[in-house]
């Protein structure tokens, strides 16, 4: 099934977003780390792991300099289309395929396209950070990622993607 959102497919949704379906719905009572947790669950397409036991609040204060501590620092994005109620594509499920079968065979280490800034490993999270450096949010179709896979930019590989096809 394609996806389509003012003319831009699937990546372009998914990338001029930087979202990825929720994988559960929002507890009204989570902390600011658990939500940092939730959304960066959500961005990566990881499903959550079973419930820890319950701690007392001391045993769960985080310490400074700790990741909880810095927790709304490093959230990015939403995770909202707003009026739209198609479900929004999922990085690891949706996008990183397209990924992978476009771009991976240059784009991966000892390859032509393992020299550049965008480089595919098997670390999904990674793939991710990188892939969102080559991504306007705002204007997906002006998104050098787009852009170098449509051939409408500098991009060594030529084309591998054609604008408005079902990975786009």
Same mark, same amino acid.
């Given at each position: 099934?394609?996806? @389509?959102?003012?003319?831009?497919?699937?990546?372009?949704?998914?990338?001029?977003?930087?979202?990825?379906?929720?994988?559960?719905?929002?507890?009204?009572?989570?902390?600011?780390?658990? %939500?940092?947790?939730? *959304?960066?669950? *959500?961005?990566? $397409?990881? +499903?959550?792991?079973?419930?820890?036991?319950?701690?007392? #609040?001391?045993?769960?204060?985080?310490?400074? $300099?700790? #990741?909880?501590?810095?927790?709304?620092?490093?959230?990015?994005?939403?995770?909202?289309?707003?009026?739209?109620?198609?479900?929004?594509?999922? /990085?690891?499920?949706?996008?990183? #395929?397209?990924?992978?079968? %476009?771009?991976?065979?240059?784009?991966?280490?000892?390859?032509?396209? =393992?020299?550049?800034?965008?480089? /595919? =490993?098997?670390?999904?999270?990674?793939?991710? *950070?990188?892939?969102?450096? /080559?991504?306007? @949010?705002?204007?997906?179709?002006?998104?050098?990622?787009?852009? +170098?896979?449509?051939?409408?930019?500098?991009?060594? $590989?030529? +084309?591998?993607?054609?604008?408005?096809?079902? $990975?786009?």
């Amino acid at each position: 099934m394609r996806l @389509r959102w003012f003319g831009v497919g699937c990546l372009g949704v998914a990338l001029s977003l930087g979202a990825v379906a929720p994988a559960f719905a929002q507890p009204a009572n989570e902390t600011p780390a658990e %939500k940092h947790r939730r *959304e960066l669950r *959500e961005k990566l $397409g990881v +499903k959550a792991s079973p419930k820890a036991p319950e701690t007392s #609040p001391s045993d769960s204060a985080p310490e400074s $300099g700790s #990741p909880d501590a810095a927790g709304e620092a490093a959230a990015t994005g939403t995770t909202t289309a707003g009026a739209s109620s198609a479900p929004l594509p999922n /990085f690891v499920d949706d996008v990183r #395929p397209v990924l992978k079968k %476009k771009c991976a065979s240059c784009h991966a280490s000892g390859k032509p396209g =393992g020299m550049s800034k965008l480089v /595919f =490993g098997g670390d999904a999270r990674r793939e991710y *950070e990188l892939t969102m450096r /080559f991504v306007h @949010r705002a204007n997906a179709a002006q998104s050098p990622l787009l852009q +170098k896979a449509s051939a409408s930019g500098p991009h060594m $590989g030529g +084309k591998v993607l054609a604008v408005g096809s079902g $990975g786009y």
